[in-house]
């Protein structure tokens, strides 16, 4: 088992202050983004809105999120060690390896299975793990 990511919130205060940390971040990456397509200034007032910017943050919070990678087995005895969180699995359960991010203070796990594409089911469960957890605290 390994883990990829730095960032496990331990409570939501903790949740809360890493996003907004990230706002300025979000707001300077899309203006580079927008300069590097060459918006001019009334093309970027029309189309950078406040909601581009919260999707690049949300993507940075999600981007940053600590996730183990094991097998099936290791999955289920972490989740034997953890029988009150919640559980939400995507994927094929068939399939020999798991991806989980944890969130202690909601008492909530997400998952995505694989066989053989670690990276993308990474990627899949920051998502995942994003919209089932911790978009409604934002």
């Known amino acids: 088992m390994h883990t990829q990511g730095r960032f496990s919130p331990g409570t939501a205060d903790d949740a809360h202050e890493r996003y907004e940390e990230l706002g300025p971040t ?4 899309v203006r580079e983004a927008a300069t590097a397509m060459e918006f001019g200034k009334d093309e970027y007032d029309d189309r950078v809105t406040s909601e581009v910017v919260e999707r690049v943050r ?8 600590e996730v183990r990678v094991g097998t099936r087995e290791e999955f289920d005895n972490w989740l034997a060690a953890h029988p009150d969180y919640e559980t939400h699995v995507i994927g094929n359960e068939n399939v020999d390896q798991v991806a989980w991010h944890a969130a202690p203070f909601a008492e909530t796990v ?8 670690e990276r993308a089911a990474v990627e899949t469960l920051r998502r995942q793990a994003f919209g089932r957890i911790y978009r409604d605290l934002f």
Request: no cysteine; aromatic share 10%; charged share 5%.
């Open 58 to 65: 949300n993507a940075l919070f999600a981007g940053a999120l």
């Open 26 to 29: 979000a707001q300077t990456a």
């Open 110 to 117: 997400a998952a995505a299975t694989f066989a053989n594409r």
